[in-house]
């Protein structure tokens, strides 16, 4: 069944279905819109630092109710084991040995001519609004995302922007908006920027109440330099926390833990928005991770648990994210799956909802069949002949239960069963040279030459930034 048939099977289209069962479901379905779809990415939130994943110092209640709710997926990983690429994947449903943003130093832009989920859900009648770290293009470039389909677009635009929770100005489509009483410092200031994109976020959601939305919310908490007002109330849960990290500054973990809990919180205001609005059956949500946990206070919070390495390579550590996604009355509640899935499928899954189809020239694959089921689909579920990963000078294929990973370009192919092997500890490269020597055959299939965006007005750039 093609994606627009599927979509008059729950009642997005107006065709008939042969069966009476089929009917009945038609009619449950017949009064739906076309569904909002939010998607929230928490900056570097390590797939153990949920507290329904058992762990000790982190509070997650509204992300746990979520699983409760609906599903929770334990092979979703990312792009790419570090912010801009990872978002470019999200946004092309192209994985990095295609996708444009392959580099990380902040400003490299999306081609003109790429097409992201913005571009698909809005020319299928959705308002898109986008709130938090871009990182697919600073100003004065080919890659900001009001020419890439968004109507609206607050927070940063260069990722290394971010890296301060009170920056003299964030961007509102293109144009900057002082923050008056900020110097940029990472610690201190008058205006924190998470409470005024999260306002913005809701604010999106009440002014399109009464059409199909999408509301991108790529938070940057709790990805740190870590400065947080003295009387947010996560803050004020866990400054006295009589933890001992290590740290040059102590106090760090603590507002990082402060972080996680305050989109947590957050999380839970739009939930509750939701309700208020009348429109929480009809929106599908989305909540995962950008890329795997970071080392800051790995060994402290145990943020990527058993699982080896840490954002910025491709072990599993730099890759496996929390996943969960809601949707009353269509998704399943409490369910636990262990598709193997990545950002690349994001693009196809979200025009399938919207009843439409995402460019040809995409690597993903809907997660639609999962999500609400084989027979509301009306198939199974596909899945990847292999998925790919490529940064700097590191590629990993993943072909089932089988990883390869060359972590260098000096350095062989390693490879592990990650059935038997999930901390990658056990390289059997010699014991299966016949499945390795395929996975280094899909990865040079795989790779593109890559060719960025480039500049138009230069002088729009964060503190001036280049790009090669």
Request: aromatic content about 12%; glycine content about 10%; charged content about 25%.
């Amino acid at each position: 069944m093609k994606r627009r048939d599927f979509l008059k099977v729950v009642g997005l289209g107006a065709a008939a279905l042969a069966t009476p069962r089929c009917a009945r479901t038609q009619q449950r379905f017949a009064k739906n819109k076309k569904p909002n779809i939010i998607y929230i990415m928490v900056d570097e939130l390590g797939y153990f630092e949920l507290s329904c994943m058992g762990n000790k110092y982190l509070k997650t209640p509204n992300i746990d109710r979520m699983t409760t709710e609906g599903m929770r997926f334990t092979q979703a990983l990312a792009g790419a084991p570090v912010c801009a690429p990872t978002r470019s994947v999200l946004m092309t449903g192209q994985h990095t040995g295609h996708t444009t943003v392959r580099t990380n130093p902040g400003g490299v832009p999306l081609r003109a001519e790429d097409v992201t989920v913005g571009e698909v859900l809005k020319k299928a009648g959705y308002a898109t609004g986008g709130f938090g770290k871009w990182g697919c293009g600073d100003r004065g470039t080919t890659g900001v995302p009001e020419k890439h389909g968004f109507d609206i677009f607050f927070g940063y635009y260069d990722q290394v922007h971010a890296h301060s929770f009170f920056p003299n100005y964030l961007i509102r489509s293109g144009e900057k908006v002082p923050l008056e009483g900020n110097t940029g410092d990472f610690y201190t200031g008058k205006q924190f920027s998470q409470y005024l994109i999260f306002d913005e976020s809701i604010k999106f959601i009440r002014e399109n109440k009464n059409r199909p939305f999408f509301c991108y919310c790529a938070w940057t908490p709790p990805h740190g330099r870590w400065g947080i007002p003295e009387d947010d109330p996560s803050w004020l849960e866990f400054k006295d926390k009589p933890w001992n990290t290590g740290q040059k500054r102590p106090e760090d973990a603590k507002v990082y833990a402060a972080m996680v809990a305050m989109v947590d919180r957050e999380i839970g205001q739009i939930f509750g928005l939701l309700k208020e609005l009348e429109i929480d059956d009809n929106t599908i949500v989305f909540v995962c991770g950008d890329n795997g946990g970071a080392r800051y206070f790995n060994h402290f919070f145990d943020s990527n648990g058993h699982f080896r390495g840490q954002k910025g390579n491709l072990y599993e550590g730099g890759l496996r994210i929390p996943m969960i996604v809601r949707w009353p009355g269509r998704i399943k509640a409490g369910v636990v799956s262990d598709l193997l899935w990545y950002f690349p499928d994001v693009m196809p899954t979200l025009a399938e909802l919207a009843g439409t189809e995402p460019p040809d020239n995409i690597d993903g694959i809907s997660i639609i069949p999962t999500l609400l089921g084989e027979r509301a689909a009306g198939r199974r579920q596909e899945n990847h002949k292999y998925l790919y990963w490529e940064y700097g000078k590191q590629t990993a294929v993943r072909m089932g239960h089988w990883k390869a990973i060359q972590p260098a370009k000096n350095k062989p192919f390693e490879l592990y069963d990650l059935k038997k092997d999930i901390s990658e500890q056990n390289n059997i490269a010699d014991e299966h040279q016949d499945i390795l020597a395929k996975m280094q055959t899909y990865a040079k299939q795989a790779h593109s030459e890559n060719v960025p965006g480039g500049w138009i007005d230069k002088s729009k750039a964060f503190k001036g930034h280049e790009f090669k």
